[in-house]
């Protein structure tokens, strides 16, 4: 079983719907929580970071971590053709430099 | 700010030969960097740690011969493939902690390596 587990998608979505993306885990120790967006052939791009439990929300996109059910979600609102990305959540325990990455979602807003 | 570049973006040798390639943080010191590689359709796969001065940390499987790194900077990290074959060709890609902030890590915008 991997660390984190994500669902590869694809995902496609008419433009305007409301998007969610879902990552588990198994490590409990994990405490950093983090979303990157990445466009094709090029490098991640940090969108959310959370610290623990609890919602962040940012524009349009909102992050939310439940640490008992070990689950993370970003949600997009208003979805533009522009959020077509393939989206990765990360994560890493207390004191850890090295990140824990899922396999990532490939995302496609219909316009 | 956290801006970090890389050099080549796209490079194409022949097998045997070695290829550098070049993480630059331009708007902060970075005391960590990170070298990820990345397989189409997959996630990123962290192959070493890059620490300022001293010699970098390599995960589990990765070739420390193969692929060697050079962290010789506070702004500058290289990595180097030597004696590259094609099942070498992928997107190898670089990160760098901001330190004293959010301690997450910022990604470069990759490079494109194509063995012949």
């Known amino acids: 079983q991997k660390e984190v587990e994500q669902d590869p998608g694809p995902l496609s979505v008419p433009e305007g719907a409301i998007v969610s993306l879902n990552c588990t885990y198994s490590?409990?120790?994990?405490?950093?929580f983090m979303w990157y967006r990445q466009y094709s052939r090029k490098g991640p791009e940090l969108l959310m970071y959370?610290?623990?439990?609890g919602n962040k929300e940012d524009g349009r996109f909102t992050a939310q971590v439940d640490k008992s059910s070990k689950y993370i979600s970003l949600f997009i609102r208003d979805s533009q053709p522009s959020d077509s990305a393939t989206y990765l959540c990360?994560?890493?325990?207390?004191?850890?430099?090295?990140?824990?990455f899922g396999q990532g979602t490939r995302l496609t807003i219909n316009p | 700010g956290a801006v970090v570049s890389q050099h080549p973006s796209r490079v194409i040798c022949k097998s045997g030969t070695s290829v550098k390639i070049e993480c630059r943080s331009l708007?902060?010191?970075?005391?960590?960097m990170f070298w990820y590689r990345q397989f189409p359709k997959q996630s990123l796969m962290l192959m070493a740690t890059?620490?300022?001065?001293?010699?970098?940390?390599?995960e589990q499987g990765v070739e420390k011969d193969k692929f060697l790194i050079n962290h010789a900077s506070l702004t500058l990290s290289t990595l180097t493939v030597t004696s590259a074959h094609p099942e070498d060709s992928s997107f190898y890609i670089c990160?760098?902690?901001?330190?004293?902030?959010?301690?997450?890590?910022?990604f470069g915008p990759g490079t494109r390596l194509t063995v012949t």
């Open positions: 959370t610290y623990s439990s």
């Open positions: 708007d902060f010191q970075a005391t960590t």
């Open positions: 990160s760098a902690r901001v330190p004293g902030s959010s301690y997450e890590q910022y």
């Open positions: 490590n409990s120790a994990f405490q950093y």
């Open positions: 890059s620490n300022e001065g001293s010699k970098a940390t390599y």
């Open positions: 990360a994560m890493r325990e207390q004191g850890a430099q090295k990140l824990v």
